[in-house]
Each structure stands twice: as structure tokens, then as C-alpha cells.
């Protein structure tokens, strides 16, 4: 049975750090690519980055370039999305899906989504 738990959000300044964790089971964990999304109130979910079974990331929004990593980590089934100089418009619910193969998709179309997220505010 596939399973996805999100964590590590919460609420934090302006300039601040979060470390989000993705952990999941039911599938050959590292024969996937998997990728982080955010969706902010009133707004469509977006892809955030991605990582490859090769361990290539793949930015999609230029908006966190040089602030969030991903990196994953195949024994403990888990995704990691470091996030650093966090601004307000970082506000989201973020998720974590899984891609169609082991490459990193062109869209948020080919991901499959099973997790409830977790919320990451951040605010004054």
C-alpha cells in the first residue's frame, strides 16, 4: 500500500530555515524521481524541485534558485527539501509526489500525489 508522509513545517521569520522531510512506502523507493510542490491559498499547486534516481535536481520555479536543495536519502526512503533565506511568498502547504519513472517530469500532470502535506508559514 502506498504511503507519504510530509513533515518539518511549521512557522518561521523572514530569513529563516526549514528542513522538510518526505518519507515513503508501498514502491522500489529509489527507482523513482520524486519532487517537491507548494500550494498557496487561492493559488494552483506548483512544482518546486525535483530529484532524480541519479541524484539530478531540477528546478522548477526560479524563485527559490540559490535558497532550497533537495536531496534524498534511499535507505531511509526519504526526500529531504532544505529551505534557507525563506521569504512570505514561501507560503504554502507542500508536497511531495512521485514521478512517472526515475527522471524528473516536465509537469506536474505526470506526478502522483498521496501525502496530506505539510503547512509552512512564514510570517513576522
Known amino acids: 500500500q502506498l504511503h507519504v508522509v510530509e513533515s518539518g513545517g511549521g512557522l518561521v521569520q523572514p530569513g529563516g530555515s526549514l528542513r522538510l522531510s518526505c518519507v515513503a512506502s508501498g514502491f522500489t523507493f529509489n527507482d523513482y524521481a520524486i519532487g517537491w510542490f507548494r500550494q498557496a491559498p487561492g493559488k494552483e499547486r506548483e512544482g518546486v524541485l525535483c530529484?532524480?534516481?541519479?541524484?539530478?535536481?531540477?528546478y522548477y520555479t526560479d524563485s527559490v534558485k540559490g535558497r532550497f536543495t533537495i536531496s534524498r536519502d534511499n535507505a531511509k526512503n526519504t526526500v529531504y527539501l532544505q529551505m534557507n533565506s525563506l521569504k512570505p511568498e514561501d507560503t504554502a502547504v507542500y508536497y511531495c509526489?512521485?514521478?512517472?519513472?526515475?527522471?524528473?517530469?516536465?509537469?506536474?500532470?505526470?506526478?502522483?500525489?498521496w501525502g496530506q502535506g505539510t503547512q509552512v508559514t512564514v510570517s513576522s
Open positions: 509526489g512521485r514521478s512517472l519513472d526515475s527522471r524528473c517530469s516536465d509537469s506536474i500532470q505526470y506526478f502522483d500525489f
Open positions: 530529484i532524480s534516481r541519479a541524484i539530478l535536481s531540477r
